[in-house]
């Protein structure tokens, strides 16, 4: 039987030093599940494995893209699907580790074939967005499929532009796309996840936040500020340093939006992952030996 371990746990857990750990003991690589680390510019603020971490054990899809690139779950499914295959002719265990819901999803319980958009069809619709406005493709989203209007993010950019992307570009409603279906795996997975008590989290994130800052972070996003309007950038860190360097804020106050901001997201991370019944957990600085054992039981 071959085996998938994913690791998974909100932001500033420590789930890199605990995947570290698992790897070494099974001699194997880590498939990264974090949707921004894989882009090569911005290493900081995404808390990306270090040079040092990745001269201890091989990391998949870390820094192999640019953010001017186009990346989905999709893809991601895809490519990680290519490469378990490829790993599994060769050993019977491999290992995801993330934060990233949508693609840890993907790898485990498939996606919906969405059909891919056209560089054209993207491009019509990033100009839409920039001279008509949000606001005004929620309304269009609205009427042309008004049964995904009722449940997407209506302040979310990205998901409003690319379900009419392919509104426009298959002449179907993104919603009639959407099945849900969940994707046979040939291979037995197993799922862990780390969590900490809410106050201990909150202490690592507002530490980590100021240690990204000591680390270079401002410098980082200041050498992406002109590219701002990219899909990658609109995440946590980069949008609140960019309005530092509009002069709406001060750099204190961007750090603190960062960690107020960080700490919402890790909740939502918390709140989604709590939905699975497959996950057992496990606490931050527990005996790595105790998730050693799961996973050998469940071999």
């Known amino acids: 039987m071959k085996n998938l371990i994913v690791l998974v746990g909100p932001t500033g857990v420590g789930k890199t030093e605990t995947s570290l750990n698992i790897a070494e003991n099974y001699s194997i690589p880590i498939i990264n599940a974090d ?10 603020g995404t ?12 990391h998949y899809f870390v820094g192999t893209h640019s ?20 790993m599994f002719q060769k050993t019977d265990i491999a290992m995801m580790c993330g934060g990233s819901m949508m693609y840890i999803d993907a790898v485990c319980n498939g996606i919906d074939d969405i059909p891919t958009v056209d560089d054209e069809t993207r491009r019509l619709m990033k100009m839409r967005l920039e001279q008509e406005g949000l606001p005004a493709l929620v309304e269009e989203l609205k009427r042309v499929d008004p049964e995904h209007w009722e449940i997407v ?24 796309f959407r099945t849900n279906t ?15 008590e809410r106050e201990q989290l909150y202490d690592r994130i507002n530490l980590r936040v100021r240690d990204m800052v000591a680390n270079g972070m401002v410098e980082e996003a200041r050498r992406v500020y002109p590219m701002r309007e990219l899909n990658a950038l609109n995440t946590v860190g980069y949008k609140e340093l960019f ?5 709406t804020t001060t750099l204190e106050e961007a750090i ?29 600085g527990q005996n790595i030996k105790e998730i050693i054992n799961y996973i050998d039981k469940n071999r």
């Open 243 to 247: 309005e530092h360097f509009d002069g």
């Open 153 to 176: 993010d209506h302040n979310n950019p990205r998901r409003v532009v690319h379900a009419l992307e392919i509104c426009h570009s298959t002449g179907k409603t993104y919603s009639s």
């Open 35 to 44: 949707s921004r680390q894989i882009f090569s510019e911005i290493p900081i």
């Open 67 to 86: 953010i001017t690139d186009y990346y989905s779950a999709s893809l991601y499914e895809e490519s990680v699907m290519s490469l378990l295959n490829d």
């Open 256 to 284: 603190v939006k960062i960690q107020g901001n960080t700490r919402r997201y890790c909740r939502k991370q918390l709140t989604w992952f709590k939905r699975d019944d497959n996950l057992k957990w496990f606490t931050t």
């Open 47 to 58: 808390a990306a494995p270090t040079e040092e971490q990745q001269r201890r054990v091989r």
């Open 182 to 196: 969940v994707k046979e795996r040939p291979f037995n997975i197993i799922k862990i996840g780390l969590t900490a």
